[in-house]
């Protein structure tokens, strides 16, 4: 079964400085994608960034991008100029490449509670 | 509706009661998925619909919990016999098609509050 990993529980930024939150997964599956999801007090969760696998250029959104380092099954995301409406916990998630029964839910990590500092 | 909805947003309860939760899912979303989430833990995976297949029930944690979805549409999450560990925000998500982007667009949960 594949893990996610997110080895800070929680992490505190200034505003617009840049902070990456980290993500570590398990899997033996060559294919399959990665997500951050934001979840603010709000409880919505909203996909922030994906990442397929089988890419090697590091997805970028606006100011969030990863490091996908496939070998190393790291999957870190970093916000740069970070906003207060970035403060919120952060999931990271795993879904399988493959098709069929339950490789169609997302796996998720514990989450990293991100606060911005004025 | 524009966005996935679900109710009732908060409901405390009784030990020993029933609860159901109602997921109305984006229009046209053939994809459903109920997750829990405990208070400092991840999410955890309850059961998946997809169109008219047999749901995948894999992270139901018990007999007490079962889930229906109504005409390819509107699930409701039903909890018999709650306990206090069943408190935690229930989350309800929806895509229109797994095999290719994977995105779910959840709605904003349901708070259970078993006394």
């Known amino acids: 079964a594949q893990t996610v990993t997110q080895s800070q529980p929680e992490m505190s930024v200034q505003e617009a400085e840049t902070v990456t939150l980290s993500c570590t997964y398990d899997?033996?599956?060559?294919?399959?994608?990665l997500f951050w999801y934001k979840q603010p007090p709000s409880r919505q969760m909203i996909l922030v960034i994906r990442q397929e696998a089988y890419k090697q250029q590091n997805a970028t959104e606006n100011r969030f991008s990863v490091n996908f380092q496939k070998a190393a099954k790291s999957f870190s995301l970093k916000i740069s100029d970070s906003q207060l409406g970035d403060a919120a916990m952060y999931f990271c998630?795993?879904?399988?490449?493959?098709?069929?029964?339950?490789?169609?839910?997302?796996?998720f990590g514990k989450g990293t509670l991100l606060t911005v500092n004025p | 509706g524009a966005g996935v909805s679900q109710s009732p947003s908060n409901k405390v309860t009784e030990k020993g009661k029933d609860v159901e939760l109602r997921c109305d899912p984006i229009s046209g979303h053939t994809a459903l998925y109920w997750y829990r989430q405990s208070l400092g833990q991840g999410l955890e995976f309850l059961i998946y619909f997809q169109g008219n297949s047999a749901p995948d029930k894999s992270g139901l944690p018990s007999d007490r919990f079962s889930a229906e979805r109504t005409g390819g549409s509107v699930s409701t999450l039903t909890i018999q016999r709650t306990q206090q560990e069943d408190s935690a925000v229930y989350l309800c998500a929806s895509t229109a098609w797994v095999g290719v982007t994977g995105e779910l667009f959840f709605g904003e949960g349901s708070r259970l509050t078993v006394l």
């Open positions: 998630a795993y879904r399988s490449g493959n098709s069929g029964g339950s490789n169609y839910k997302l796996t």
């Open positions: 899997t033996s599956e060559s294919d399959y994608y």
